[in-house]
């Protein structure tokens, strides 16, 4: 190529051309494919939040972006940032560097900060003029209504109490999750069109009678299981969930000094953390196995302690009196399950508060088959009945916050189908990007956040929040930690480690291209990304 | 409770980031980097040669403004740029001989003087055969005469160009065309490789420093430090070599990154002859054997029997670099 046609300067007797003419991409048998992997987190999340996308957004500082990515999947980040067990963290791969990324922290310095600007979300979808009912009030519920919301129906969500949230109102206490969080972002629901009918106990499962062309089910399982405790005439025993409630209500509560909770889940551990609150000397709680087997979350044990809440393992309780139980100790046997010993012991206790777990209350339910005890659904979420269906605590599953919005949303899609709507393709998500996907080299040591936490001695004497919130700086510094697994970050290291100058730079937010006439397929750009976003493919022949 | 906001994602070792300020993001990440060696080349798959010229060039260019000169040595990187018609080079660019790459750049940089040019700046460059060997002379007398050049050695420890013969840089143990794994002591023997940037310091020039390919942001520095400085200078800049070294071609970085990380190649500048900043490990020293057992020139002391002999000699070198250039990692801040 010898397009220059001038005369050659003194002494250069041939014209060079430039070595581009020379298309080495033929030497090629693999070539580099950018990919976009399905990062652990977000794998990970049961509402499923595209963490990665929203924590990227937040890195520049761009927080109502990143807000704004959030609520495509979940509505309550100031909620989820307060209640939800994080199973991201456990799944992040920043955890095999130094520690899990603070994605829970970040959720909630995004939920308030919208709560504080005032954010809202735009309903941009045209009216179907459909209209759904929704049964509960509770995350499940809500997600649902918020979802279908935004695909243009008309949502109505009726529920049995006077205020909406289900147990994020009145199970989980105000020193977890301040009501005026709960409030404010339920508010946005309501700025958005979704309608509540509140104080309606819904009887009658009619779709048609209902004036609506779908229902979603969301009671939850609210009905406290039995336990068989032989009690005393004058023995004071109690729900932990009518315990709560009453708190959450603002009645007064006459628990006396020492107070027993029955259960190992986080309802014994908040209601012993209540009766703390309410003024008990002496909150203990009694287990039938042991720490490792109790399924109350780790932090929330911790806290407890903490605050002074004792905790008996493997014991059961055998009867209740007016001022004492009497308490059986247990042994683990090799199958893990408590066995008696017969070695009993009296306790002094005021009330027993019972938290051995919760039904479904199946009186609206009665018609539909049941499963494990739940509502059974397909994999749709409809329930036998057509055009009814049904999600959170009352159908198998886990049991939490975040579940439930995740079921309301992935309900909510299938509902907008069910009511004619083309059914979107929902490509399988691309493999998990794991620690080996990755190039660790590049990423800085940088150990996480940690959110301050109220002194023990000043949460017994209320209801004030337990963990702080992070503030800009430091939300900032924790939403960096995030390694981008599996997608690209624009770090430019294929771009800068091409030897053969084969990676075309496309611009800020552009990404990255090959130049597949240059490109011999060394695979370093592959090799040295540290996100894990290039593969290698074998060349089409 | 409050931390400064970093930048923490990837530190500072990826070669661009969105979040750095564009001043402080490496020549290569930029869009309209020079480019100083073009694609089209003809150097092997995953060449560290190849990337190692243009990091180095790229950082020259920015750091002049443009107006530099380079002069290359016989050898890989002059072959597979320049094979007439075609050409990579986008800078003026020359080639004269093996042996006198260091002469021929004092020469420009005399011309340049007499013409009483004082902005243009000359680059020199070649292997390390052009550069420890047969250049060695024309080099030293550069380095005594304190031209003002910065001659950068890009260092695949043999001779690549003609068949991977043993050079004065191939280290102990390498196995080469000319140092066969045959005999009681296969591969080159212990006590050679010539350290040329200790003997660059020994010339007490202004600037001497060594880089590698895996740690652009380290390189980049170099280049503009020795380019803020006037006299002789030079820079040994470690490029793996697939072909030679037996390796696979995406394989070039983490060679390079193990090099550094194993203690076996220093990284450090110099100035008139005293050694002024090394770069610490990042992390805890890796056993030689892991940057050693890639690699196919090193096969032989592994298979059939492994020689632990031969591997412990080389971990002592390792160890004693970071015992004399004080490379033990550091906190991180
Ligand atoms: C004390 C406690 C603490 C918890 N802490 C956490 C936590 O920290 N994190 C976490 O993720 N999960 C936690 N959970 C679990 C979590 O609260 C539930 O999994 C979740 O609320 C289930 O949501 P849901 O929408 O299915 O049902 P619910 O929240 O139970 O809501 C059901 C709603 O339906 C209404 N309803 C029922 N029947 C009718 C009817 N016939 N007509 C009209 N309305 C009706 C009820 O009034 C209620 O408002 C906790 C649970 C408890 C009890
Ligand atoms: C005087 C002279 N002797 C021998 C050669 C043949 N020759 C060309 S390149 C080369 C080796 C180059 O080795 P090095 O400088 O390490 O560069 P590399 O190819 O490894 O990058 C040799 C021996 C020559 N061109 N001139
Ligand atoms: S032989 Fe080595 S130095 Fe030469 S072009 Fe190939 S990889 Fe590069
Ligand atoms: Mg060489």
């Given at each position: 190529m010898t397009a220059d046609r001038r005369p050659l300067p003194f002494a250069i007797t041939l014209a060079a051309g430039t070595s581009l003419a020379n298309r080495t991409g033929a030497w090629r048998t693999e070539r580099p494919v950018y990919r976009d992997l399905t990062p652990p987190c977000e794998h990970a999340c049961p509402a499923g939040e595209r963490v990665q996308g929203w924590l990227y957004r937040a890195e520049t500082g761009d927080y109502e972006g990143a807000w704004r990515a959030l609520m495509a999947d979940n509505p309550f980040p100031a909620v989820m940032g307060r209640v939800c067990y994080h199973p991201c963290q456990t799944?992040?791969?920043?955890?095999?560097?130094?520690?899990?990324?603070?994605?829970?922290?970040?959720?909630?310095?995004?939920?308030?900060?919208?709560?504080?600007?005032?954010?809202?979300?735009?309903?941009?979808?045209?009216?179907?003029?459909?209209?759904?009912?929704?049964?509960?009030?509770?995350?499940?519920?809500?997600?649902?209504?918020?979802?279908?919301?935004?695909?243009?129906?008309?949502?109505?969500?009726?529920?049995a109490a006077e205020q909406a949230g289900g147990m994020m109102r009145y199970g989980i206490p105000a020193y977890r999750l301040p009501r005026a969080v709960l409030d404010a972002e339920i508010a946005r629901l309501e700025r958005m069109g979704v309608r509540f009918d509140l104080g309606t106990l819904v009887t009658n499962l009619d779709v048609e009678s209902a004036g609506c062309d779908?229902?979603?089910?969301?009671?939850?399982?609210?009905?406290?299981?039995?336990?068989?405790?032989?009690?005393?005439?004058?023995?004071?025993?109690?729900?932990?969930?009518?315990?709560?409630?009453?708190?959450?209500?603002?009645?007064?509560?006459?628990?006396?000094?020492?107070?027993?909770?029955?259960?190992?889940?986080?309802?014994?551990?908040?209601?012993?953390?209540?009766?703390?609150?309410?003024?008990?000397?002496?909150a203990l709680i009694v287990y039938r196995r042991n720490r490792e087997r109790m399924p109350a979350h780790e932090s929330e044990v911790e806290e407890a302690l903490a605050e002074g809440v004792r905790i008996r393992w493997l014991s059961t309780i055998a009867a209740a009196d007016g001022d004492s139980v009497t308490v059986e100790r247990m042994e683990l046997g090799d199958d893990g399950f408590p066995r008696p010993t017969g070695e009993f012991e009296t306790l002094a206790a005021d009330a027993v508060v019972m938290a051995v777990g919760q039904d479904v209350d199946r009186r609206l339910v009665e018609d539909l088959p049941e499963t494990e005890g739940a509502v059974a659904v397909g994999a749709d979420f409809m329930t036998a009945a057509p055009g009814v269906f049904a999600g959170g605590d009352m159908v198998p599953s886990e049991?939490?916050?975040?579940?439930?919005?995740?079921?309301?949303?992935?309900?909510?899609?299938?509902?907008?189908?069910?009511l004619g709507a083309a059914a979107a393709p929902e490509p399988a998500a691309p493999p998990v990007a794991t620690p080996a996907d990755l190039n660790t080299w590049y990423y800085a040591d940088a150990p996480h956040r940690v959110r301050p936490r109220l002194e023990a001695a000043r949460r017994a004497g209320g209801f004030e929040e337990v963990v702080g919130g992070l503030d800009a700086g430091t939300a900032l510094f924790e939403a960096r930690r995030c390694l981008s697994c599996g997608n690209c970050f624009e770090c430019d290291n294929c771009y800068g480690m091409c030897p053969d100058n084969a990676v075309v730079k496309l611009?800020?937010?552009?990404?990255?291209?090959?130049?597949?006439?240059?490109?011999?397929?060394?695979?370093?750009c592959a090799a040295e990304c540290p996100a894990g976003a290039i593969a290698m493919v074998e060349e089409p022949t | 409770?409050?931390?400064?906001?970093?930048?923490?994602?990837?530190?500072?070792?990826?070669?661009?980031?969105?979040?750095?300020?564009?001043?402080?993001?490496?020549?290569?990440?930029?869009?309209?980097?020079?480019?100083?060696?073009?694609?089209?080349?003809?150097?092997?798959?995953?060449?560290?040669?190849?990337?190692?010229?243009?990091?180095?060039?790229?950082?020259?260019?920015?750091?002049?403004?443009?107006?530099?000169?380079?002069?290359?040595?016989?050898?890989?990187?002059?072959?597979?740029?320049?094979?007439?018609?075609?050409?990579?080079?986008?800078?003026?660019?020359?080639?004269?001989?093996?042996?006198?790459?260091?002469?021929?750049?004092?020469?420009?940089?005399?011309?340049?003087?007499?013409?009483?040019?004082t902005q243009t700046r000359v680059l020199g460059q070649?292997?390390?055969?052009?550069?420890?060997?047969?250049?060695?002379?024309?080099?030293?007398?550069?380095?005594?005469?304190?031209?003002?050049?910065?001659?950068?050695?890009?260092?695949?420890?043999?001779?690549?160009?003609?068949?991977?013969?043993?050079?004065?840089?191939?280290p102990p143990a390498a196995r080469t065309a000319t140092t066969p794994a045959l005999g009681p002591a296969p591969g080159n023997a212990f006590g050679q490789g010539k350290d040329a940037a200790r003997i660059a310091r020994a010339h007490r020039i202004p600037y001497v420093a060594t880089a590698t390919v895996a740690d652009l942001h380290d390189l980049e520095a170099k280049v503009a430090a020795a380019m803020e400085v006037r006299g002789a200078r030079y820079l040994h800049v470690l490029v793996p070599c697939p072909l030679g070294w037996g390796t696979r071609s995406d394989e070039t970085i983490a060679l390079a990154r193990l090099a550094v990380g194993t203690g076996l190649f220093p990284l450090y500048e110099a100035r008139f002859g005293e050694v002024a900043a090394v770069t610490p490990l990042r992390r805890?020293?890796?056993?030689?054997?892991?940057?050693?057992?890639?690699?196919?020139?090193?096969?032989?002391?592994?298979?059939?029997?492994?020689?632990?002999?031969?591997?412990?000699?080389l971990q002592a070198l390792a160890d004693a670099n970071i015992a004399e250039y004080g490379l033990e990692p550091q906190e991180e801040s």
């Open positions: 799944a992040c791969n920043r955890g095999e560097l130094d520690e899990a990324v603070g994605i829970n922290a970040v959720e909630r310095f995004l939920g308030d900060k919208a709560i504080e600007e005032g954010w809202t979300v735009p309903v941009e979808a045209a009216p179907t003029g459909r209209r759904v009912l929704v049964v509960g009030a509770g995350p499940a519920g809500l997600s649902a209504a918020y979802h279908l919301r935004l695909l243009g129906h008309e949502v109505t969500v009726a529920d779908a229902v979603f089910l969301a009671v939850g399982a609210q009905l406290p299981k039995r336990a068989h405790i032989p009690a005393g005439d004058s023995a004071r025993v109690m729900e932990a969930l009518s315990l709560l409630r009453s708190v959450a209500e603002g009645e007064p509560v006459r628990l006396g000094r020492r107070v027993v909770v029955y259960g190992g889940g986080n309802t014994a551990v908040d209601a012993a953390r209540t009766a703390r609150r309410l003024g008990a000397e002496d049991r939490t916050v975040t579940v439930a919005i995740g079921h309301g949303k992935r309900a909510a899609r299938r509902i907008h189908e069910w611009g800020p937010g552009r990404g990255f291209a090959i130049d597949l006439d240059h490109c011999k397929g060394c695979g370093i | 409770m409050s931390a400064k906001a970093k930048f923490y994602q990837v530190g500072s070792f990826a070669v661009g980031n969105r979040l750095l300020d564009p001043g402080d993001r490496t020549v290569q990440s930029r869009q309209d980097r020079p480019n100083a060696l073009t694609g089209g080349h003809r150097a092997c798959r995953g060449c560290g040669e190849a990337l190692g010229a243009r990091f180095v060039q790229d950082a020259a260019v920015r750091a002049t403004g443009g107006r530099l000169i380079t002069v290359n040595a016989t050898g890989c990187l002059e072959v597979f740029s320049s094979p007439f018609p075609e050409n990579a080079w986008q800078v003026p660019w020359m080639h004269s001989l093996f042996g006198n790459a260091p002469s021929v750049a004092s020469g420009v940089a005399y011309a340049l003087k007499a013409k009483g040019d070649g292997g390390d055969g052009g550069t420890v060997d047969i250049g060695f002379g024309a080099l030293s007398g550069t380095f005594e005469r304190d031209d003002d050049v910065l001659f950068v050695c890009y260092d695949n420890e043999a001779y690549m160009n003609t068949g991977v013969q043993r050079s004065g840089a191939t805890p020293p890796v056993p030689v054997e892991e940057y050693l057992r890639p690699q196919r020139r090193y096969a032989h002391l592994f298979t059939p029997a492994r020689d632990d002999a031969a591997i412990a000699r």
